[in-house]
């Protein structure tokens, strides 16, 4: 009975270790991006940097109310956000049904993998302009360029996945008649999750990417439509300011993502 308590007294003082290191490292990131904000405000004020070419953090805020006074800020951010999250959805599924087709037929994936790794080495950003004339100059062509992006990356890494799921469990379903597509589902599918949970974070990245250059090309609307203006009339705040909308962004996307592979992890 002592043994017990005492085991579980040391168990408690670690947990409010491992609780006190949390703090400590959130506090942490809070004083290193406080310190360097302070530090380029202070650096643009003391004119040590341009606060023309390099903007500054005073400069930013009011670069973002004046945005929002003029009743733009949310009508870009919104363009923006609603292209990446399709192209992001698009792109996603599209390359774990791939996958899926791929592991199902052996024919399938040894045909197109040649095909797969040409396109995967090829620089997707180079076929914006093509996707254009196809296209128009719209949406459409800018959700393409990122679904684009993301696909082939998708495709290779889930179904790299699919072939690195346990033989052993594969061959204990197999020894109870399990055909190829209850393989998939009792075993395949969740064994790779983390590796498609990997997939989703990736794309985050790869969706923003391909939409913000889909808007360089095209665009009359959207966050990189904003830094192609503000680069041709060096309004260099605005450059800045849309810069950092677009990290907020990304950064609640991709721990939106994080979250919902830890709660589907939880719930199964």
């Known amino acids: 009975m002592y043994m017990y308590s005492h085991e579980s007294a040391e168990q408690k003082e670690f947990l409010r270790k491992l609780r006190a290191k949390k703090r400590i490292i959130a506090a942490l990131r809070v004083l290193l991006l406080v310190f360097i904000i302070a530090s380029w405000e202070a650096v643009t004020r003391l004119n040590w940097l341009d606060p023309f070419i390099f903007s500054s953090p005073s400069r930013i805020v009011k670069t973002f109310i004046r945005l929002y006074n003029e009743g733009t800020l949310f009508s870009h951010v919104f363009t923006t956000l609603w292209e990446t999250v399709v192209g992001f959805l698009l792109g996603t599924v599209l390359g774990i049904v791939i996958a899926i087709v791929l592991w199902l037929s052996e024919t399938c994936s040894r045909v197109l993998e040649p095909y797969l790794v040409v396109l995967n080495a090829l620089p997707k950003i180079a076929l914006g302009p093509v996707f254009i004339v196809w296209m128009g100059a719209g949406p459409v062509a800018i959700i393409t360029v990122a679904v684009t992006v993301s696909l082939i990356v998708t495709v290779l890494e889930v179904y790299t996945g699919f072939l690195e799921t346990d033989s052993e469990k594969i061959r204990l379903v197999q020894s109870f008649g399990a055909n190829r597509k209850q393989i998939l589902t009792k075993v ?81």
């Open 188 to 268: 395949v599918l969740p064994s790779s999750f983390p590796v498609m949970m990997n997939a989703l974070k990736v794309n985050v990245g790869m969706s923003w990417v391909g939409v913000i250059v889909g808007e360089f090309l095209v665009s009359r609307a959207g966050l990189g439509y904003l830094i192609v203006y503000g680069g041709q009339v060096f309004q260099l705040d605005l450059v800045m300011t849309s810069v950092l909308i677009l990290s907020v962004l990304a950064a609640l996307m991709y721990f939106g993502v994080q979250l919902l592979g830890k709660w589907i992890s939880a719930k199964y």
